[in-house]
């Protein structure tokens, strides 16, 4: 599966947004659910969210689309779905992995520029350990 635009995103849990921008009702799932859970039911499947590290709106500025957390954004692939995602930083497998093992492989594929805020973030959610690496 892949999706791209500017509403994706994927919060530090793990869960992936593709419907909304924050409370702002955008487009329907598209069916992206079913492809993910098809894609992972299948002989020798794997199921994929690819998007691009950041965006830049329309006024020029650069937004992550990697977030800490949703603030009234649609969930459209619960954490639990959510297994291969993509960047242009890498690959991260997140199934069976933990709150704060999620975190730390989500801040990997995130844009460098976002990396330090992301971290901050996670450790104010108690989602980051002294472990992780920086």
């Known amino acids: 599966m892949v999706a791209i635009n500017n509403c994706i995103s994927v919060d530090l849990y793990g869960q992936v947004s593709s419907e909304s921008s924050g409370t702002r009702h955008i487009s329907g799932t598209g069916g992206q659910l079913d492809f993910m859970t098809g894609a992972a039911k299948s002989k020798g ?24 957390h949703f603030g009234g954004d649609i969930v459209t692939t619960p954490r639990s779905e959510a297994y291969y995602v993509v960047t242009e930083y890498g690959v991260r497998n997140l199934v069976g992995r933990t709150t704060w093992e999620r975190a730390a492989m989500l801040v990997d594929l995130a ?20 472990s992780n690496k920086r």
């Open 45 to 68: 499947g794997k199921a994929f969210i690819c998007l691009t590290s950041t965006f830049t709106d329309k006024k020029g500025q650069m937004h992550s689309r990697i977030v800490p």
């Open 111 to 130: 844009h460098p520029a976002y990396r330090e805020e992301l971290i901050a973030a996670a450790e104010k959610q108690n989602i980051w350990r002294q």
